[in-house]
């Protein structure tokens, strides 16, 4: 099975862009690509022909055509096979990838400066991204869902702060669990993430088989 490429594909760099290569085509396309001082996605997919340097004629590339390819007794010079297709895969899915994350950026522009501001907007960014790839996980599930409301909740006024079922759950085990004083110390340090302790009474009232604290 293919090991999937980081989402920081394309801001890696030297070694850290060398090691993803490894993984992808092995070391003898690591060689080349380090031959070529290519040592990162934008300078590889900025090569129209990734082997066609090798294709001259010079005693200085012998010890690397060897790697690449064979010469036959006319002169001329075939990548081997197996480097070439590694190559192409390897391009045409970073070529892919660039397109759904340009496709991304057209729909959503932040600009430079606020990305330099504050760069916790772009790992707030790869979190949503990738969360539908780990829907399995109930404790990103939950991470999701607190980031969610504390954003979604942010711009709102606190008469309209809304909290979804799981939301409401884990606020009434806090309450249970952690008593008044604890759930209003977090509620008042992290606004928009709990909600008002009139609602958790109403909604544990509610509860047909009603938990009292202290009662286990």
Known sequence: MPIPL???VFELQDEAFFQVVKEQCGLTMVDILRYLEVNSVDSLLGINDLFAFFLYDSPDLLPIKNKVGITLTN???IVKEGLSFQANHLIQTLQA???RNSSKSNELTISSVLLERHPIIRLITRFFDNFSSQLNDSSVKFKHTVVETIISNHDRAKSRYCYN?????FASCLFILGGRNVYGFIRLN????????PIIQSSLDSITNRINEGDF
């Open 6 to 8: 980081p989402t920081n």
């Open 75 to 77: 002169g001329s010079f």
């Open 97 to 99: 990838l660039q397109q």
């Open 165 to 169: 079922d799981s939301m409401r759950e």
């Open 190 to 197: 992290i606004s928009g993430l709990l909600p008002s302790l």
